[in-house]
């Protein structure tokens, strides 16, 4: 809830609110840009933790988690002068923040960016996602597909949700390919929430350390490793030199007939 520091309903308070619910308008409609202006106007006029925590959720979606967390201690100082309404969710979602910018509250930041200069960045996506989901760099799943094949449809769906898709191309593709109804089927359930919540932290805690054009790349390319590998285990050798190939892994056609 928005909240005035001196109880009154000054003018600035009452901007601020309109504000304020004006982005969570946008926010549930999924256009995180609109809605993070909307925040940050409301914030200027008149400082709340509501914006702050709301804000900060967006930029971790965006893996701008260093700037969630500044976010999410200022709204912790708020509320500790105001109503004290929001201390613990304001806690818990600290904790997850130190959590994934631990490499970039580190010296290992500066090494991340080092070897950015001196790496292949596809390289290095496939180290960040190799060394978070504890698979082979060579492609070699064993018995991963179900939570791979997760992260998948679920980082598609953050992508089409709280980026701006039109810097994801892959993500544009795989979005017509699958269409919403489908990666809606596919991150019903989580496969093992529990390893995926430490993978996809650990993952995160890699990729915010980048500069956002970088960032975005990285992401980009572990998607389409990814789609690359689920369907060359599907269809064999034959699907990377066959011009009759498949652009869409095997559940996608048992999905459409049953759905028929």
Same mark, same amino acid.
């Given at each position: ?6 109880g009154?309903?000054?003018?600035e ?6 504000l ?13 840009d609109?809605a993070i202006?909307l925040?940050t ?9 509501a914006?702050y925590?709301?804000?900060a ?8 988690n ?21 201390g ?6 600290i ?8 490499n970039?509250?580190?010296e290992?930041r500066a ?10 960045i596809?390289?290095?996506a ?11 760099r ?6 991963s597909r179900?939570?791979?094949e997760?992260?998948f ?12 898709i039109?810097?994801?191309?892959e993500? %544009?593709? $795989?979005l ?10 596919k991150? /019903? !359930?989580c496969? @093992?929430e529990s390893?995926?919540l430490?993978a996809?932290?650990?993952?995160r ?8 054009e ?8 572990i998607?389409?490793?990814l789609?690359?590998n689920m369907?060359? %285990?599907? $269809?064999?050798d034959?699907?990377?030199f ?6 869409? /892994? !095997?559940?996608? @056609?048992?999905f ?5």
């Amino acid at each position: 809830m928005f909240r005035d520091i001196f109880g009154r309903r000054s003018k600035e308070y009452q901007e601020g609110q309109r504000l304020f619910e004006d982005g969570m308008a946008h926010a549930s409609r999924f256009e995180s840009d609109r809605a993070i202006e909307l925040y940050t106007n409301s914030i200027a006029i008149h400082p709340n933790p509501a914006p702050y925590i709301n804000r900060a959720n967006l930029l971790s979606k965006r893996m701008r988690n260093f700037e969630a967390l500044t976010d999410l201690l200022e709204a912790k100082r708020l509320d500790a002068a105001q109503s004290r309404e929001f201390g613990a969710v304001i806690d818990r979602e600290i904790a997850t923040e130190l959590l994934i910018t631990s490499n970039y509250r580190s010296e290992i930041r500066a090494k991340l960016l080092e070897d950015l200069a001196s790496d292949k960045i596809n390289t290095i996506a496939r180290k960040i996602f190799s060394t978070s989901f504890k698979v082979s760099r060579e492609g070699y799943w064993q018995n991963s597909r179900a939570i791979l094949e997760y992260h998948f449809f679920n980082d598609l769906d953050n992508i089409v949700k709280f980026e701006d898709i039109s810097r994801f191309p892959e993500a %544009e593709e $795989y979005l017509e390919l699958y269409g919403q109804n489908y990666i809606d089927h596919k991150i /019903i !359930k989580c496969p @093992d929430e529990s390893a995926y919540l430490a993978a996809d932290i650990t993952a995160r805690s890699f990729l915010c350390c980048y500069p956002v054009e970088e960032y975005r790349y990285l992401r980009r390319r572990i998607l389409w490793d990814l789609h690359q590998n689920m369907l060359h %285990e599907d $269809y064999g050798d034959i699907w990377s030199f066959s011009s009759e190939a498949k652009d869409t /892994i !095997k559940d996608f @056609d048992n999905f459409n007939q049953a759905t028929w």
